[in-house]
């Protein structure tokens, strides 16, 4: 099976088990199978067992706050695999 990919549009507050559910997610694009493990910055963030899927999150790296806003706050992952 492709790795999805989705850009992270909100994270929502989880309930319950990790699943795609916790995030409002873009449209998926396909990646390579190892992403997640040759690019930096990937953690896993839990296992969906209900739908057979490892879901792995994208953390920006760490920008220096002052001088780079975001929508989003420098914790919160921007990208998700599954």
Known sequence: MPTQVFDVLAQRTPIGWANLDDFDLGPASTAPDGIVIDQPGWTLYGLDDAHDHAIFTDL??????????????????????C
């Open 60 to 81: 920006p790296p760490t920008p220096t706050l002052p001088t780079a806003p975001s929508p989003m706050p420098p914790s919160t992952a921007w990208r998700a695999a």
